[in-house]
């Protein structure tokens, strides 16, 4: 299956399309196929969750753009950064009043002075005087 926060929106077998699961059984293959898979993210569920929480960084490590769920129990301002070993904010991923339930801030890897280099990044995630904080890796 896809890794958390994604999901598989297209899919083609041998150039047929197929329609998009979580899982997949290939049986009797005899001769060399091509299977191309876009995935998309996730942008918010139904479910809100019962209190401010932030998610696991997808893909962790990165090469390229992430993606980190985050969730609000009610509406409430929230601010989503990534922040260097240093504590200096690089990005701004969400900043603003956002509903009840699950989102989803990505980010690519690049800052106002170009692309970030390889290195440990956090995502800190602040709402009223709170703040949760995830680790990720990106390489280059």
Do not use: C
């Not at 083609?12 to 329609?19: E, H, I, L, M, Q």
């Not at 139904?46 to 980190?68: D, I, K, S, W």
């Not at 301002?77 to 900043?95: C, K, T, W």
């Amino acid at each position: 299956p896809p890794d958390a926060g994604f999901t598989a929106a297209t899919l083609t077998v041998a150039g047929s399309p197929v329609a998009p699961a979580t899982s997949y059984t290939f049986t009797n293959v005899t001769a060399p196929h091509t299977i191309d898979v876009t995935f998309s993210g996730i942008t918010a569920t139904t479910a809100a969750p019962v209190q401010f929480a932030l998610g696991a960084v997808v893909p962790n490590p990165t090469r390229g753009t992430m993606q980190v769920p985050f969730g609000l129990p009610v509406a409430a301002p929230v601010r989503v950064s990534i922040v260097d070993l240093q504590g200096r904010e690089l990005a701004v991923l969400a900043d603003g009043e956002y509903p009840a339930g699950w989102h989803m801030a990505a980010w690519t890897g690049r800052t106002a002075r170009g692309a970030a280099g390889a290195g440990l990044y956090f995502v800190h995630y602040r709402q009223a005087g709170h703040t949760l904080t995830q680790k990720f890796v990106l390489a280059r």
